[in-house]
């Protein structure tokens, strides 16, 4: 199984980026999807989740409002997205992105990405 993210970088305060995560290597059709992030010295925490068929959806107070979590299953292939709109410099941190078997506000997910850098300058 692997998970590999992109669509990190450094952004300017108040703009936009996309992030994604293409699964591979197993049936993930009705996984539930989610994303944490570890900001430098702090611990690493779930921020937004999303059942499989998206009735359930949770986002940490924090990003509410600005993040939004989504996932294409076209062609029999899962990708895990998160659209981060009006970023702010408390948003720097390394986004991972994560499946479990189903919903969950735990941390421990079955499968992660690799994590990918989000910066935003102020």
């Known amino acids: 199984v692997q998970l590999v993210e992109s669509g990190g970088g450094l952004v300017q305060a108040g703009g936009s980026l996309r992030l994604s995560c293409a699964a591979s290597?197993?049936?993930?059709?009705?996984?539930?999807t989610g994303w944490f992030r570890q900001a430098p010295g702090k611990e690493r925490e779930l921020i937004a989740s999303?059942?499989?068929?998206?009735?359930?959806?949770?986002?940490t107070d924090a990003v509410r409002g600005r993040f939004t979590i989504s996932r294409d299953d076209a062609n029999s292939t899962v990708t895990v997205y998160l659209q981060m709109d009006s970023l702010k410099p408390e948003d720097t941190a390394i986004y991972y992105c994560?499946?479990?078997?189903?919903?969950?506000?735990?941390?421990?997910?079955?499968?992660w990405g690799q994590g990918a850098q989000v910066t935003v300058s102020a």
């Open positions: 290597g197993g049936t993930f059709s009705t996984y539930a």
């Open positions: 994560t499946l479990h078997r189903y919903y969950t506000r735990a941390t421990q997910w079955d499968y």
């Open positions: 999303r059942s499989w068929g998206g009735i359930n959806t949770y986002y």
